[in-house]
């Protein structure tokens, strides 16, 4: 079965380190979605990609994450500087939409964070 | 703006019996879609069941199964035959356009 792949799936750095996340997603997919987990906020989605255009990126810190996607199988986000208050566990998502069809997104594994 | 609201954080279910998870959304688009993913304690986010808002059918997948009720704007999802391996998150998520909205979750515990 096609997967979501992201990397690494676990990282532990200190506070005001750079961290960068990957994700390769679903050869085929056009959307990729960036979330973000924590117990108090639930998912969260922090950005999202259609056809590699950034389509919406309101749920994302602006002074310290960025997201890109370089070419169609790779999607990073990045966080600059990190914080404590960063630790979560991030999932890429990819989809399929064309002509208002809407494919169910598909998960990564996720990258869990861990900033001291 | 689009709302999707899950009332119920924990629910409990007795193997081999039956539970329904509930869930409410608000959207004003005319063309949406809904989801139930699934995140058991290995945190995996799996798709369980799909709903396209234009289908008046309710979407079966084997135990799982959905009670669409468009006017009412519910959705709940009916797990039937519990296993000990459904305990879980279960997330509500719906949208159009690509992009979805996550409820908070229900956390369903089976017991023996």
């Known amino acids: 079965d096609a997967r979501v792949t992201q990397t690494p799936r676990h990282k532990v750095t200190e506070m005001g380190q750079e961290v960068t996340m990957r994700c390769q997603p679903i050869?085929?997919?056009?959307?990729v979605f960036w979330y973000r987990q924590t117990m108090m906020q639930g998912l969260e989605l922090l950005a999202y990609?259609?056809?590699?255009?950034?389509?919406?990126d309101s749920g994302m810190p602006k002074d310290r994450f960025s997201a890109e996607m370089p070419d169609a199988t790779l999607a990073t986000l990045k966080i600059q500087p990190s914080e404590p208050r960063d630790s979560a566990v991030y999932f890429c998502?990819?989809?399929?939409?064309?002509?208002?069809?809407?494919?169910?997104?598909?998960f990564g594994d996720g990258t869990r964070l861990s900033i001291l | 703006a689009q709302t999707v609201t899950q009332s119920q954080p924990e629910m409990s279910v007795q193997e081999a019996e039956t539970v329904t998870l509930s869930c409410t959304y608000d959207?004003?688009?005319?063309?949406?879609?809904l989801f139930w993913y699934k995140q058991p304690p290995s945190r995996q986010m799996i798709l369980v069941i799909r709903?396209?808002?234009?289908?008046?059918q309710n979407a079966t997948e084997n135990r799982f199964s959905v009670n669409f009720q468009k006017a009412a704007k519910s959705f709940s999802l009916k797990i039937s035959d519990s296993q000990l391996g459904d305990a879980a998150m279960y997330f509500c998520?719906?949208?159009?356009?690509?992009?979805?909205?996550f409820g908070k979750g229900t956390k369903l515990s089976v017991k023996p």
């Open positions: 990609f259609r056809n590699r255009a950034p389509l919406d």
């Open positions: 998502a990819s989809g399929r939409t064309s002509g208002g069809s809407n494919q169910p997104q598909h």
């Open positions: 709903q396209e808002a234009y289908k008046q």
């Open positions: 959207t004003s688009e005319s063309d949406y879609y």
């Open positions: 050869l085929g997919h056009n959307t």
């Open positions: 998520a719906g949208g159009s356009q690509g992009n979805l909205i």
